[in-house]
């Protein structure tokens, strides 16, 4: 096993890869393939590699170690293996994985659409950053300076890159400032909480801290959700959270969901008190316990979660990029017109 994982771990799946490999396997497995059949179907269309790995895989499989192990061997992404993990306590097996390879995906093009996104506006920024180095320390100086001896006054736009000169410093010195705060932060204490204190700080971060919440919200609830129709009661439900030593974080959300449970809280009412979840899952869990359809309102919430997540993020992409385009545009105009607006005013001088 041990020489397995070091041969394997320099070929590490991309997240993209994982999630089509997932979907593909539940695409499948909803067709009748058993498992083992699934992989070697997938494992002709894939390069040799990553055959011999699936081969291997289908040897660690025959030995009877179960398949979210051998994706945890394989290097997948934690939550697609709790994914999978959840479908072999419930049965949904393929419906599962496909909602799991669905989600992946979708996180993955966001994080492609946010490097996209800042890669053009990085560029410009480095290219707007050495033309202001050479205007403000080479060809300004020359033109106040004369400027000046004909007595004209500065206009607006030259004191915009003075000014931006004088306090661009400061504002990279606090920005230092703070990302060295929060190094130590997270060294002398951040790192020494459990994890559950850990997400409920992230959550109260602007802006990311919402999509956070909604990532938990909605992972914990179509979860939850596949293992009630599997049958299941909401006790057991969490007592299979307990036992996921794939995710620490799910984990301990399920041991602090029984314990509260056990003694006599309402499900909805310790829902409600857990800040790294929305205050509307309990609206949900009580009108799902209420009606006796618990299982399909939360899976209902779930994806009204990630669509909710996907709305937030694309709302903020749009506010990022026009925000810099503007902010660079000011500088490069204020440039050109520094040096411009004197020049004709000495024009209209002669």
Not at 243 to 266: A, C, H, M, R, V
Request: glycine share 6%; hydrophobic share 45%; net charge neutral.
């Amino acid at each position: 096993m041990t020489v397995w994982y070091t041969m394997m771990k320099p070929r590490k799946w991309s997240i993209e890869e994982q999630a089509k490999f997932l979907k593909r396997m539940g695409e499948l497995l909803s067709q009748g393939y058993p498992i083992a059949e699934a992989i070697a179907s997938i494992a002709l269309h894939l390069p040799l590699f990553r055959k011999e790995e699936l081969n291997n895989s289908l040897i660690e499989l025959k030995k009877g170690q179960s398949f979210h192990d051998v994706l945890s061997t394989l290097g997948f992404h934690q939550d697609l293996i709790g994914y999978v993990y959840f479908a072999e306590q419930h049965g949904s097996f393929a419906e599962a994985l496909l909602e799991g390879s669905e989600l992946a995906l979708v996180k993955d093009q966001d994080r492609k659409k946010l490097f996209k996104l800042l890669q053009y506006p990085s560029l410009l920024i480095f290219i707007t950053g050495f033309l202001f180095f050479f205007v403000q320390h080479s060809l300004l100086p020359k033109f106040t300076g004369l400027f000046n001896s004909m007595s004209l006054e500065a206009n607006f736009f030259t004191k915009v890159l003075y000014s931006f000169d004088r306090y661009f410093p400061l504002l990279i010195t606090f920005v230092i400032v703070i990302f060295a705060f929060a190094g130590g932060y997270y060294l002398l204490i951040f790192r020494n909480l459990s994890l559950l204190q850990q997400q409920g700080q992230l959550v109260r971060i602007p802006v990311i801290g919402k999509i956070f919440t909604l990532l938990f919200t909605h992972y914990f609830s179509v979860q939850l959700s596949f293992l009630l129709s599997g049958g299941i009661s909401v006790l057991e439900a969490l007592l299979l959270f307990e036992k996921n030593d794939k995710q620490p974080f799910y984990s301990q959300i399920g041991t602090l969901l029984k314990q509260k449970l056990i003694t006599g809280e309402s499900l909805e009412d310790i829902v409600y008190n857990i800040s790294f979840f929305e205050k509307e899952l309990s609206t949900i869990m009580k009108h799902g316990q209420d009606n006796g359809k618990l299982e399909q309102e939360l899976r209902f919430y779930s994806q009204h979660c990630v669509r909710v997540m996907e709305e937030r993020i694309e709302k903020t992409l749009k506010i990022i990029q026009p925000i810099l385009y503007l902010l660079i545009g000011f500088l490069v105009v204020s440039m050109y017109l520094a040096i411009l607006l004197p020049m004709f005013h000495l024009l209209d001088g002669i």
